[in-house]
């Protein structure tokens, strides 16, 4: 029997524990096929998010289905999902082709076909030969490796993934998210993914779902989050992306006026109405250039430098407005020295206008 | 309807219809269905009108399980029918008893005297199970525990049994202290026997009559806690903090007592220090001075429970003092702090909360002690031995036993609840996942030399103590006549070849054959149920989970006198009535010793990452799959450790069995203690030294056969897990 891969669909879905709401309210849909992430600082409910799906906690409030079919009640047992755990929960007294075929063998499978469809799957992986190591004889690539193997083995039509880069060293991180998603494509697995990590998530999704405070604060392609963030705290968790209070005057076309500082601009308004707001400027789109006489621009004092390797990372006070900028300069031949003085300007097009609350 | 559920329900109904519902001694094979051994069914139809109404149920349940379909309406009917079965089941059975009527109310509503019946048997044990898990089952199928059937039909039996085997023979000992001995509400005499001055008198203070037995009790516990926790630490710093070099005697040291019956320690002092004993003759013959009675009261009592208690002291001392992180005293030290500085302003407060936990563990060890006190008391009354000649002496008072025991049972409790309330909470265990680089400090020098002075007489004196038993078992009469002679052995363990084989004529075997059976049966089922509600309460979440955990925790700090008092109230009477055979004694020593194990599964799943199980479960395994696979292979040390310490205190107890052996089925302890009673110490000692060897053997033979997990595996993947994300 060949499955295809399923959609996943919460409706309102609350989780309490006591007096605690981990996820509140939430919806959203994954299409079969697609890789979404959910991202978000910590205990922002993402992880309690995956383990409804998984059905390792149970929702206090509303339903979820899997390929159409609703799963709200159904035990971890019963659903036709998998998951690539944190610590990735190897069993330890288990050979790693051992752990692979436990999900056929305990789904009643004989000892001769889950070991085949086992070998299948290390291979897929790239691990055959090792399958006769315990586990903890394994590097953490490999160890990973093995616990994604086990995940496929029932070939599930949901594979979850449990921040399953976080135990790895950073080189290694790249090249498995990588593989994961290399995986995910060839296979055309639906796949639900947590991470704390805007890079990561930003570099394998097909959409992304922000968290926090255990509710969803935007879905998105990682473009959308990236350049049209909904909210200050989307704008401040994707790209580290300074705040600066503005005042939006009249509407014009697609168009408005903000005043920062001193200076006038015309930026995008994106549905935000006049009156108070913030402007969300990426590091890297901020230009520094010594003090000159050039009217418009807004001066600034170096109070922090940093070398970096490939680019310099400054802190800039502000006189007008009073706050403090966090930019990035690639030229590190020359770099500012702390002290200078310096005047800055935004590209238009790198602002986003966010919305005061 | 799935497969299980409907064997069950068959099984309920097959049972009912087919089996004997009531226990009775021989099988009345001639009359059945009906008679004695009749069952349910057939005895319903004739006259025993009130097993009639658990037709339905039964029936009921067997109807949706082939029929119906498996929905959350039929889950509904499947629970309220299991469960009001069973609710029926035990109103009629404690509402009717042997001499009808069980309380006054219902004679004077249905006229006395009423039906009667005995006790409950194979049937109605089926019958009563089968109803419970179609309970269980149901509310699964509505989703408790996440759907789990295994999961709610294990917290169903473990939470009844603990209720039947815990709790209501509590509440039997306070019935029984409210009312007189013909049953009636009696609170004044409740409060003339609490009050008693034999109990609570201070007459001993003013030079008089003796004090009360619960102030001697207490003043015992409190001395022995105090030296035992004093020698304790003194092994504990050794062990730990010097190079001495023969450490593995002090390890040595740790394990006797636990395979030493709690009586023999007292017996070998008997042997040393009583009026014909070792070193009473030695010091009479060589120094003239007179052998006296010294040894029977307080003192004697005080040094065997020491010597028996120090030991627990040091076990939970040594992991104190590893537990705390040398990278605070070498912080210490960075800081110019002296080294006896160091210890007393950093080690010793560290130390503290372990010291008291300690203290406590002797304080209600040496409460809840039987054996010594029995065997050294003398005059000097302590509660156990009180409590065991209000049952069996001369002047038995049922009523009296259940208020003294009261009186310890709130002793221990007190004992218990500070150490749970005040300590559990304020625990220094510095022991973080994290690899310690740092190296303990060394101990001053004046402080190691105390601890040596203390220490290295204490383990010469336990060594002779144990030498005497040995010695003593191979000689004619310590003290007195050393010609080595293998009598006592012949008289406990001879073995004869007739004319009809081989015949085990020695006057040991009978109860040491019984001894073996039952810790052999006990030590099984104390481990499986240990580990279970382990497993419950360390990876389940349901509700109730405070209580099982409080009920397991109850019956380690009910002593075991007082347990052996409440079994006699409660099982000597239908519908449960189980005295005089094995199956309580095998009772008694699952629900006495099954804490050891929920502590061991405990500790041992608290390093087992949860992930595991979850893992698992995503892969389709189901809890009992889980379990079975996953978590038994991983739990073996704690496995092992339960199946020892089951099987050693199943033959080494006597508080709670004295009260419950039967001329059947003797134990091995009782029948030592009762040689002591009637002098024969030689067969006494024999038969305790052949006991300890041969429990040596069973610990080498568990351990060899369960085997050593394999480790280095497992904390690989704990080092993973830790790993901060």
Redesign the interface.
């Known amino acids: 029997m060949k499955k295809g891969p399923a959609s996943v669909e919460f409706k309102n879905v609350v989780k309490r524990y006591g007096a605690v709401t981990a996820v509140n309210d939430v919806s959203f849909a994954i299409a079969p096929g697609e890789l979404v992430t959910f991202l978000g600082p910590?205990g922002c409910g993402k992880t309690t998010t995956l383990r409804l799906i998984?059905?390792?906690e149970?929702a206090s409030e509303g339903r979820i289905a899997i390929g159409g079919k609703d799963v709200t009640?159904?035990?971890?047992?019963?659903?036709d999902?998998?998951?690539v755990?944190?610590?990735?929960?190897?069993?330890?007294?288990m050979s790693v082709v051992e752990n692979v075929a436990?999900?056929p063998s305990?789904?009643g499978a004989g000892k001769a076909r889950a070991r085949e469809m086992a070998m299948d799957k290390l291979s897929l992986v790239g691990l055959e030969g090792l399958e006769n190591r315990?586990?903890?004889e394994l590097s953490?690539g490999q160890?990973q490796r093995v616990a994604v193997a086990?995940?496929l083995v029932?070939e599930p039509q949901v594979l979850?993934f449990d921040?399953p880069l976080?135990?790895l060293d950073a080189k290694l991180r790249r090249r498995v998210r990588e593989e994961i998603r290399e995986l995910q494509l060839s296979l055309g697995l639906t796949v639900a993914y947590v991470t704390h990590d805007q890079e990561e998530a930003l570099a394998v999704s097909d959409r992304i779902i922000v968290m926090s405070n255990a509710s969803i604060a935007q879905i998105g392609s990682p473009r959308e989050l990236y350049d049209a963030p909904s909210s200050r705290f989307v704008a401040d968790f994707m790209g580290d992306a300074n705040l600066i209070p503005v005042e939006v005057g009249a509407h014009d076309g697609a168009f408005a006026k903000i005043l920062i500082g001193r200076r006038e601009m015309r930026v995008a308004h994106r549905g935000i109405p006049p009156g108070s707001a913030y402007v969300a400027v990426r590091p890297h789109q901020i230009a520094i250039e010594a003090r000159s006489a050039t009217g418009g621009s807004l001066e600034g004092l170096i109070s922090k430098a940093a070398y970096v390797g490939d680019h310099m990372e400054y802190r800039i006070t502000l006189a007008v407005p009073k706050l403090e900028l966090f930019a990035t300069a690639p030229d590190v031949v020359s770099p500012l020295e702390k002290g200078s003085e310096v005047a800055i300007s935004f590209d238009p097009a790198g602002l986003v206008l966010v919305s005061g609350d | 309807m799935n497969r299980v559920t409907r064997l069950i329900a068959l099984a309920g109904v097959g049972a009912y219809v087919l089996l004997p519902w009531y226990s009775s001694g021989e099988p009345a094979l001639a009359s059945y269905p009906f008679g004695a051994s009749g069952s349910a069914l057939a005895l319903a139809v004739s006259g025993a009108w009130w097993l009639l109404p658990l037709a339905l149920p039964l029936y009921a349940c067997l109807h949706i399980a082939w029929r119906g379909t498996w929905n959350e309406r039929n889950a509904d009917w499947l629970s309220l029918c299991g469960f009001s079965g069973l609710a029926y089941l035990l109103v009629e059975g404690f509402a009717i008893g042997l001499h009808g009527w069980n309380a006054e109310w219902l004679g004077s509503v249905f006229g006395a005297p009423g039906p009667s019946q005995p006790g409950m048997g194979i049937g109605a044990l089926i019958v009563a199970t089968t109803l419970l898990l179609l309970g269980c089952r149901g509310l699964a199928r509505k989703?408790w525990c996440?759907?789990?059937a295994f999961i709610v039909c294990a917290i169903g039996v473990i939470g009844v049994l603990l209720a039947a085997f815990v709790f209501f023979p509590v509440v039997k000992i306070l019935a029984s202290a409210f009312t007189d001995n013909e049953g009636h509400a009696a609170f004044a005499s409740f409060l003339a026997k609490i009050t008693d001055r034999s109990v609570w008198g201070l007459g001993c203070l003013g030079g008089g009559i003796a004090c009360g037995v619960a102030w001697n009790t207490i003043l015992l516990a409190i001395l022995t806690g105090l030296a035992s926790t004093v020698l304790g630490l003194a092994f504990a710093l050794i062990a730990v903090r010097t190079s001495f070099r023969f450490k593995a005697l002090l390890r040595a040291m740790t394990v006797l007592p636990i395979i030493t019956p709690p009586f023999v320690i007292g017996l070998a002092l008997i042997l040393m220090f009583g009026r014909s004993g070792a070193v009473s003759a030695f010091l009479f013959r060589g120094f003239g001075i007179p052998p006296s009675r010294w040894i029977y009261g307080l003192s004697g009592i005080f040094i065997a429970q020491v010597l028996a208690f120090a030991p627990i002291a040091f076990l939970v001392l040594v992991g104190v003092v590893q537990g705390i992180s040398p990278t605070l005293e070498e912080a210490a030290q960075t800081l110019r702090a002296k080294r006896f500085t160091i210890f007393r302003t950093v080690t010793w407060p560290l130390m503290r909360p372990g010291l008291a936990n300690a203290f406590l563990l002797c304080l209600i060890e040496s409460m809840a002690d039987f054996g010594n006190p029995l065997v050294l008391g003398g005059n000097f009354e302590v509660l156990s031995t009180k409590i065991f000649f209000a049952v069996v002496g001369a002047a038995t008072d049922q009523g009296r036993a259940a208020v003294l025991s009261l009186v310890l049972l709130f002793l221990t409790l007190a004992g218990f609840a500070a150490q749970q309330l005040w300590l559990g909470k304020k625990s220094y265990t510095t022991v973080t996942g994290k690899g310690d680089a740092g190296l303990s400090l060394p101990l001053p020098n004046s402080l190691r030399c105390a601890c040596y002075a203390l220490a290295l007489p204490w383990v010469l004196f336990t060594f002779a103590i144990y030498a005497i038993i040995f010695v003593g078992s191979f000689v004619k009469a310590v003290g007195r006549d050393y010609t080595p002679t293998l009598a006592s052995y012949a008289i406990a363990f001879r073995v004869e070849h007739t004319n009809f084989g081989w015949f085990f004529s020695g006057s040991a075997w009978p109860s040491l054959v019984a001894t073996v059976e039952i810790a052999l049966i006990a030590a099984p089922l104390t481990a499986a149920i240990g580990l279970l509600t382990a497993y419950l309460l360390a990876r389940q979440d349901f509700y109730g989970r405070k209580a099982l955990d409080f009920a397991a925790m109850l019956s380690f700090a009910i002593p075991g006198t007082v347990v052996g008092v409440s079994y006699i109230l409660a099982f000597n009477v239908p519908p449960i009535e189980i005295t005089g055979g094995a199956l309580i004694l095998v009772i008694c020593f699952v629900f006495r010793n099954m804490p050891v194990g929920v502590r061991a599964g405990m500790a041992a799943l608290s390093q087992i990452?949860k992930?595991?199980d979850?893992?698992?479960?995503?892969?389709?395994?189901?809890s009992f799959?889980t379990v079975a696979?996953?978590m038994i292979?991983?739990m073996r040390p704690a496995l092992v450790a339960s199946l020892i310490y089951a099987f050693v205190r199943a033959m080494t107890a006597v508080s709670a069995v004295i009260f419950l052996v039967s001329a059947q089925y003797n134990m091995a302890t009782t029948y030592i203690i009762g040689r002591v009673d009637a002098g024969e110490y030689g067969v006494a000692i024999a038969y305790s030294a052949a006991l300890i060897v041969f429990m040596l053997a069973v610990i080498l033979l568990i351990e060899a056969l369960v085997g050593e997990?394999?480790l280095?595996?497992?904390?690989?993947?704990a080092n993973?897990?830790a790993?901060p994300?």
């Open positions: 910590s998984a059905g390792l149970m009640g159904l035990s971890a047992a019963d659903r999902v998998s998951m755990f944190q610590s990735y929960a190897l069993f330890p007294h436990y999900g305990v789904q315990a586990p903890s953490g160890q086990r995940a029932l979850l921040e976080s135990n | 989703g996440r759907g789990d990452d992930s595991l979850e893992a698992s479960l995503t892969l389709g395994a189901r799959t696979r996953i292979p991983l997990r394999r280095g595996r497992r904390t690989a993947i993973i897990a790993a994300a």
